[in-house]
């Protein structure tokens, strides 16, 4: 995001200067402090890509635990229920969101740096999670909180809503 962020050269140069150094120096604590008794859990091995069968649980997975932080899981209930339609609608807000978030991404070189950063984190751990071995569960769709949480601030900041739209986003938050 440094690179494609709409920034003056300066302020490029100081942020990019800063994450190199912040790298170094993240390798030179790893070497002072990369012992087995110094940072040891147990049962955690080193993260892999994730394997060619295992790739559709994954996604599965994925799809699922944004229906769960959602709460759009919309599957199995009656449709004519309020609790069908309220699914549904968060559904759609789920869809819409996303939708927003990824059409952002044609048009990032306008944006500023905080604001290219906020699209980038939101959406990098989205691969990041369907293509990890580390998803093994409902419960390890914690992982995805950064893309609600950032979207919302990134889709906050730069999104430009007419009235009558806010009025629908504001009865999708109250439904939620």
Same mark, same amino acid.
């Given at each position: 995001?440094?690179?494609?962020?709409?920034?003056?050269?300066?302020?490029?140069?100081?942020?990019?200067?800063?994450?190199?150094?912040?790298?170094?120096?993240?390798?030179?604590?790893?070497?002072?402090?990369?012992?087995?008794?110094?940072?040891?859990?147990?049962?955690?091995?080193?993260?892999?890509?994730?394997?060619?069968?295992?790739?559709?649980?994954?996604?599965?997975?994925?799809?699922?635990?944004?229906?769960?932080?959602?709460?759009?899981?919309?599957?199995?209930?009656?449709?004519?229920?309020?609790?069908? *339609?309220?699914?549904?609608?968060?559904?759609?807000?789920?869809?819409?969101?996303? *939708?927003?978030?990824?059409?952002?991404?044609?048009?990032?070189?306008?944006?500023?740096?905080?604001?290219?950063?906020?699209?980038?984190?939101?959406?990098?751990?989205?691969?990041?999670?369907?293509?990890?071995?580390?998803?093994?569960?409902?419960?390890?769709?914690?992982?995805? *909180?950064?893309?609600?949480?950032?979207?919302?601030?990134?889709?906050?900041?730069?999104?430009?809503?007419?009235?009558?739209?806010? *009025?629908?986003?504001?009865?999708?938050?109250?439904?939620?």
């Amino acid at each position: 995001s440094c690179f494609i962020a709409n920034e003056n050269a300066k302020d490029k140069f100081v942020i990019f200067s800063s994450l190199v150094f912040s790298y170094f120096l993240f390798k030179l604590i790893l070497h002072f402090t990369n012992s087995a008794d110094f940072f040891y859990l147990p049962g955690v091995g080193s993260p892999t890509f994730v394997s060619y069968d295992k790739l559709t649980f994954n996604i599965s997975l994925l799809f699922k635990g944004l229906l769960i932080l959602f709460n759009a899981d919309f599957f199995s209930k009656i449709i004519s229920s309020p609790e069908g *339609i309220f699914s549904s609608l968060k559904f759609t807000s789920l869809v819409i969101f996303f *939708i927003l978030l990824i059409s952002s991404l044609i048009k990032i070189r306008k944006f500023s740096l905080v604001d290219a950063a906020l699209l980038i984190a939101s959406l990098i751990m989205i691969p990041a999670y369907a293509l990890s071995d580390k998803p093994v569960d409902e419960g390890t769709t914690r992982y995805l *909180i950064p893309v609600i949480i950032f979207g919302s601030i990134f889709l906050c900041r730069n999104a430009n809503v007419p009235k009558i739209s806010n *009025i629908v986003l504001w009865f999708f938050s109250i439904s939620i």
